[in-house]
């Protein structure tokens, strides 16, 4: 029973490169999303997604890009990784009820801990 | 606006000795509200849920939390710490006004003396 799966869990960046970091979920969840996670300071939502082929803006959604075409997977793009996007990256997703699109019941991943130099 | 404010940063008890996390909240509409935690260096856990139902919550591994509306607290508890409770600790709030985004506290960094 795997439920979600990020990779990699260790990054280091130079300043200008892109990667992506990988997100897989094995529960059928509608409801996508990835955080980053910075000291003192909580999680803060990027993107999420509510189904296949929708995508929306968090509250830190500058320098990253996401798409979802498939319901299991959801991938971050870092566009060109500036030192700012140091930081540990949580995705989670979450089932929806009626109209609710996520639960709050997240499930969350291990993590990926990107360093930019 | 909606927000989650956590009071302590940090709290430090003694194993065996009550613990007890303070979480308050601002909302428009009834919220639902979370517990998770985090043990170093691993991912986040669903602790326990409060969505409009009893207003006593009971989690796993002993934690309970009260929700108060008149308080606008959802303070999370457990009798008796154990040293495996040490772990970070978000309160997070639903609300129907913020398309059910999450909103999450700093956090609360529980520490267990032995």
């Known amino acids: 029973n795997a439920g979600v799966t990020q990779t990699p869990k260790f990054q280091v960046l130079k300043t200008g490169q892109s990667m992506t970091l990988q997100c897989a979920q094995d529960?059928?969840?509608?409801?996508m999303s990835w955080y980053r996670q910075d000291p003192g300071m909580g999680l803060r939502l990027i993107h999420y997604s509510v189904g296949a082929g929708i995508t929306d803006q968090g509250e830190v959604p500058n320098g990253y890009n996401v798409s979802r075409s498939t319901t299991e997977d959801f991938p971050l793009r870092l566009l060109s990784a500036a030192p700012s996007q140091t930081s540990v990256y949580f995705c989670?997703?979450?089932?929806?009820?009626?109209?609710?699109?996520?639960?709050?019941?997240?499930?969350f991943g291990e993590g990926s801990r990107l360093t930019v130099l | 606006a909606q927000s989650v404010t956590q009071l302590d940063s940090h709290v430090s008890v003694s194993e065996g000795t009550p613990v007890l996390l303070r979480c308050n909240y601002s909302s428009s509409y009834s919220p639902s509200l979370f517990w998770y935690v985090q043990h170093p260096n691993k991912g986040l856990q669903l602790l326990l849920k409060y969505t409009s139902a009893a207003t006593l919550v009971k989690g796993i591994n002993g934690f309970e939390a009260e929700f108060k509306k008149s308080e606008t607290s959802f303070h999370l508890t457990k009798p008796s710490a154990h040293m495996s409770d040490a772990a970070e600790y978000f309160c997070?709030?639903?609300?129907?006004?913020?398309?059910?985004?999450?909103?999450w506290g700093a956090g609360t960094k529980l520490i267990i003396k032995p």
């Open positions: 997070v709030v639903s609300v129907k006004d913020s398309n059910y985004q999450l909103i």
């Open positions: 989670a997703s979450s089932g929806t009820s009626g109209m609710i699109p996520n639960t709050g019941e997240l499930f």
């Open positions: 529960m059928n969840h509608e409801y």
